[in-house]
Protein backbone atom coordinates (compact mmCIF):
# COMPACT_ATOMS: atom_id res chain seq x y z
CA UNK A 1 0.00 0.00 0.00
CA UNK A 2 1.34 3.31 -1.04
CA UNK A 3 1.03 5.99 1.88
CA UNK A 4 2.46 9.52 1.41
CA UNK A 5 2.74 11.28 4.53
CA UNK A 6 3.49 15.51 4.93
CA UNK A 7 4.29 17.36 7.64
CA UNK A 8 5.82 20.69 8.78
CA UNK A 9 3.56 23.29 7.38
CA UNK A 10 2.37 26.04 9.86
CA UNK A 11 2.15 29.82 10.48
CA UNK A 12 5.12 31.97 10.18
CA UNK A 13 6.13 35.46 9.60
CA UNK A 14 7.17 37.12 6.05
CA UNK A 15 10.85 36.24 6.06
CA UNK A 16 10.58 33.35 7.84
CA UNK A 17 11.38 29.99 7.42
CA UNK A 18 9.96 26.45 7.36
CA UNK A 19 10.79 23.39 6.13
CA UNK A 20 8.07 20.05 5.00
CA UNK A 21 8.86 17.01 5.00
CA UNK A 22 7.07 13.95 2.78
CA UNK A 23 7.54 10.33 4.06
CA UNK A 24 6.45 7.81 1.27
CA UNK A 25 6.59 4.67 1.10
CA UNK A 26 5.21 1.69 -1.02
CA UNK A 27 7.00 2.48 -3.99
CA UNK A 28 9.84 1.03 -5.34
CA UNK A 29 10.75 2.31 -8.53
CA UNK A 30 10.31 6.58 -8.32
CA UNK A 31 10.54 8.15 -11.59
CA UNK A 32 9.96 11.89 -10.31
CA UNK A 33 9.54 13.35 -6.98
CA UNK A 34 8.19 16.85 -5.77
CA UNK A 35 6.07 19.42 -4.08
CA UNK A 36 3.20 21.38 -5.46
CA UNK A 37 0.33 24.01 -3.99
CA UNK A 38 -2.86 25.47 -4.23
CA UNK A 39 -4.06 29.06 -3.26
CA UNK A 40 -7.66 29.54 -2.39
CA UNK A 41 -8.86 30.06 -6.40
CA UNK A 42 -6.44 28.88 -8.15
CA UNK A 43 -4.84 26.03 -10.13
CA UNK A 44 -2.46 23.64 -8.02
CA UNK A 45 1.03 24.71 -9.26
CA UNK A 46 4.25 23.06 -9.33
CA UNK A 47 6.80 24.76 -6.92
CA UNK A 48 10.07 22.00 -7.23
CA UNK A 49 10.41 18.70 -8.58
CA UNK A 50 13.38 15.98 -8.30
CA UNK A 51 13.42 13.82 -12.01
CA UNK A 52 15.86 10.79 -11.72
CA UNK A 53 15.06 9.85 -15.55
CA UNK A 54 18.00 10.32 -17.84
CA UNK A 55 20.83 11.95 -15.99
CA UNK A 56 18.03 14.26 -13.30
CA UNK A 57 17.45 17.25 -12.47
CA UNK A 58 16.07 19.68 -10.19
CA UNK A 59 13.69 22.13 -11.30
CA UNK A 60 12.47 25.20 -9.18
CA UNK A 61 9.07 27.29 -9.95
CA UNK A 62 10.46 31.36 -11.10
CA UNK A 63 8.81 32.51 -8.18
CA UNK A 64 10.72 30.39 -5.61
CA UNK A 65 14.56 30.27 -7.08
CA UNK A 66 16.88 31.00 -5.10
CA UNK A 67 14.55 30.87 -1.63
CA UNK A 68 13.50 27.18 -1.83
CA UNK A 69 15.63 23.95 -1.96
CA UNK A 70 14.15 20.61 -2.45
CA UNK A 71 16.05 17.72 -1.04
CA UNK A 72 15.68 13.68 -0.60
CA UNK A 73 16.90 11.40 1.85
CA UNK A 74 16.90 7.83 0.68
CA UNK A 75 17.45 6.35 3.71
CA UNK A 76 14.46 7.68 5.15
CA UNK A 77 11.83 7.35 1.99
CA UNK A 78 11.41 11.42 2.55
CA UNK A 79 11.64 14.11 0.48
CA UNK A 80 11.89 17.43 1.69
CA UNK A 81 11.28 21.53 0.86
CA UNK A 82 13.35 23.50 2.56
CA UNK A 83 11.67 27.25 2.32
CA UNK A 84 13.50 30.52 2.96
CA UNK A 85 12.41 34.07 3.05
CA UNK A 86 8.69 33.13 2.76
CA UNK A 87 7.02 35.36 1.56
CA UNK A 88 2.82 36.47 1.75
CA UNK A 89 2.14 35.16 -1.89
CA UNK A 90 3.78 31.45 -0.83
CA UNK A 91 0.81 31.50 1.53
CA UNK A 92 -1.44 27.75 0.30
CA UNK A 93 -1.59 24.20 0.60
CA UNK A 94 1.55 22.34 -0.45
CA UNK A 95 1.02 18.78 -1.86
CA UNK A 96 3.78 16.51 -1.67
CA UNK A 97 3.71 14.16 -5.26
CA UNK A 98 5.47 10.91 -5.70
CA UNK A 99 5.23 9.07 -9.67
CA UNK A 100 6.32 5.61 -9.40
CA UNK A 101 5.80 2.17 -10.01
CA UNK A 102 4.36 0.83 -6.62
CA UNK A 103 5.43 -2.62 -5.18
CA UNK A 104 3.91 -5.76 -6.32
CA UNK A 105 2.62 -3.21 -9.33
CA UNK A 106 3.73 -2.88 -13.48
CA UNK A 107 2.64 0.48 -14.15
CA UNK A 108 3.33 3.98 -12.94
CA UNK A 109 1.15 5.92 -10.96
CA UNK A 110 1.24 9.67 -9.68
CA UNK A 111 0.69 9.32 -5.73
CA UNK A 112 -0.32 12.70 -4.26
CA UNK A 113 0.33 13.74 0.21
CA UNK A 114 -2.82 14.63 1.84
CA UNK A 115 -1.62 18.21 1.81
CA UNK A 116 -0.09 20.68 4.38
CA UNK A 117 -1.23 24.07 5.31
CA UNK A 118 1.43 27.02 4.68
CA UNK A 119 0.52 30.74 6.28
CA UNK A 120 2.80 33.21 6.03
CA UNK A 121 1.99 36.54 7.49
CA UNK A 122 3.09 40.19 6.69
Known amino acids: QVQLVESGGGLVQAGGSLRLSCAHSGIFSISDMGWYRQSPGKQRELVAV?????????DYADSVKGRFTISRDNAKSTVYLQMDSLKPEDTAVYYC???????????????WGQGTQVTVSS
Open 97 to 111: NVQGIPYGGYDAHVY
Open 50 to 58: ITFTGIGSI
